[in-house]
């Protein structure tokens, strides 16, 4: 039997106050981006140890977290139209989506075992196509 | 994120795989909204159909949601707005979801199974838990816990919870309500304290009856006084259905549990039970769900109990047209609505299962 309270993040009790919901990315920055099908991002053992931020498309976060460049997205806010441009061949196709329901961020805080909802979401950025070339 | 522009999407290469996504149905928005750090979930074993299996039950100060994981083949990238390599116009992919959480509002239940029966033998020693840990042990949230308790007349005794026994509640019951009347408090309008309940029981010679039991007998068969109390100590008030349908089971228990009985018989002797110049209404459709009419004696009545029924929906019914070969659909409903699980309209449940005929202003179910 166990149990695992969960905390609320006191920005995202601010932000249900308040009701601000309504954007792509929510008020904290966060988004959820679906891609139909794998993400197929190289794992860092696979990558040479010293050498690989070498390669332009890595780099460093500001917490020197190892990333990698997917790709350029381009959004239209009023026909809702996202378009992701991967490498100089590829281009997806998608679309800003209402989620209903939302749905809240959780994070498990190992410290204190318990669970924070982070954020909640009202939108998501969609691609359910396949991959189209860049003519 | 700049939403009119492009965007550079990165992703670390390697994700924290710490969040969760859930759904957040309007009524759990609410209970966020409205209580902070009141959420937590639980895992909680449940019988489903004879087997015990673990479900996780999401509980707010007064709801439960069941949580069901999601499985999904498609990426879900969980990205945040940062300046990367000097671009302001980024944004970060920080972690993955290959499932999200789906939620239902479901009827929260206190765990029994960790309960013992308490029969108020003074010898009996009590090494259950607290009602606290008991809810913790349980899929339903404080305020549902707190509802059942009542109805299932639980106890708390030196902080051990424990179920009081049938007969037990049963005596208790029939003293209380004798004492009240001797009493001479107005069961019905004006009602009375918790604690003069108790003083009523334990000056009438009954002083070793335990206080938390008789205010559990007290919470079982009366209801709060609904008028504003302004601060006051709430007054309880006879609920005289639940002490008639109570009274009447036992009566059923006592002269039709063996072989059936005349329905204008036991009715004389369901009367004859209630404490003197107790007066309550009868009616046999009270007892709904506690008696059969057997297979070809007329006007005669059994008990039969829920609990030696079948769990399996097919089997239940074919018990019950064994037991008695067509009901009235008033009479067969509360045989077989728990196991209409999937919340159908209770005809078309019936009808998967026996048939259904219109006979005058009545419906009649047979087997098929």
Redesign the interface.
């Known amino acids: 039997?166990?149990?695992?309270?969960?905390?609320?993040d006191h920005h995202v009790?601010g932000q249900?106050?308040q009701e601000k919901l309504s954007?792509?990315?929510t008020p904290l920055?966060?988004?959820?981006?679906?891609?139909?099908?794998?993400?197929d991002?190289?794992?860092?053992q696979q990558?040479p140890k010293d050498n690989y931020l070498q390669d332009s498309r890595?780099?460093l976060?500001?917490q020197d977290?190892?990333?990698?460049?997917?790709?350029?997205?381009?959004?239209?806010?009023d026909s809702k139209q996202v378009t992701?441009y991967v490498g100089t061949t590829q281009r997806l196709l998608g679309k800003i989506e209402k989620l209903d329901?939302?749905?809240?961020?959780?994070?498990?805080?190992?410290e204190t075992k318990e669970?924070q909802?982070?954020d909640?979401?009202t939108h998501k950025i969609v691609f359910r196509n396949r991959p189209l070339p860049i003519m | 994120?700049?939403?009119?522009?492009?965007?550079?999407?990165?992703?670390?290469?390697?994700y924290?795989h710490?969040?969760?996504?859930?759904?957040?149905?309007?009524e759990?928005?609410d209970a966020?909204?409205s209580n902070?750090?009141a959420?937590?979930?639980?895992?909680?074993?449940t019988d489903h159909e004879g087997t015990m299996v673990d479900d996780v039950i999401?509980c707010s100060k007064n709801k439960s949601w069941n949580i069901k994981q999601k499985n999904h083949?498609?990426?879900?990238?969980?990205?945040?707005?940062?300046?990367?390599?000097g671009n302001d116009n980024c944004?970060?992919?920080y972690g993955?979801c290959t499932y999200?959480y789906e939620t239902r509002l479901t009827k929260g239940h206190i765990n029994l199974n960790v309960i013992p029966i308490y029969d108020g033998e003074e010898e009996e020693k009590l090494d259950s838990c607290n009602f606290e840990e008991l809810i913790?042990?349980s899929g339903c949230s404080m305020e549902e816990g707190i509802k059942e308790w009542e109805e299932i007349c639980g106890c708390v005794i030196d902080n051990h919870v424990c179920i009081l026994g049938e007969n037990y509640i049963h005596s208790v019951l029939h003293i209380l309500l004798m004492s009240l009347m001797a009493e001479g408090y107005d069961m019905e309008s004006q009602g009375f304290l918790i604690a003069e309940g108790i003083e009523s029981v334990q000056k009438d010679g009954n002083e070793n009856e335990k206080s938390q039991v008789i205010e559990s007998v007290i919470k079982r068969f009366f209801h709060r006084e609904n008028t504003d109390t302004n601060g006051k100590e709430v007054r309880w008030l006879i609920d005289k259905k639940k002490i008639g349908v109570w009274y009447g089971i036992k009566a059923l228990k006592k002269y039709a549990s063996k072989n059936p009985i005349r329905d204008v018989e036991f009715l004389q002797e369901w009367r004859s039970m209630f404490p003197p110049f107790m007066s309550i209404e009868i009616d046999l459709k009270m007892l709904r769900g506690h008696y059969c009419k057997p297979n070809s004696i007329q006007g005669q009545i059994k008990y039969l109990s829920k609990d030696i029924l079948p769990m399996d929906s097919k089997q239940r019914f074919k018990m019950l047209f064994q037991i008695q070969s067509q009901w009235l659909q008033e009479e067969i409903e509360p045989f077989v609505k728990d196991l209409n699980t999937r919340n159908m309209k209770i005809d078309t449940f019936i009808m998967k299962f026996a048939r259904r005929r219109h006979v005058g202003k009545q419906y009649i179910i047979q087997s098929r």
């Open positions: 039997m166990n149990v695992v309270d969960i905390s609320i009790l249900l106050a954007t792509i990315a920055g966060n988004t959820i981006i679906e891609i139909q099908g794998e993400l991002i190289p794992s860092l990558l890595f780099s976060d500001s977290n190892p990333i990698v460049k997917v790709g350029i997205l381009n959004i239209d806010q992701m329901p939302p749905l809240g961020l959780l994070h498990f805080v190992s669970y909802l982070k909640v979401f | 994120m700049n939403e009119n522009n492009n965007t550079t999407l990165y992703s670390q290469l390697e924290d710490g969040y969760k996504l859930i759904q957040l149905t309007p759990l928005l966020l909204k902070n750090n959420l937590k979930f639980k895992q909680v074993q999401l083949s498609n990426t879900v990238l969980l990205c945040k707005d940062e300046k990367l390599n944004i970060k992919g993955k999200e913790n042990q």
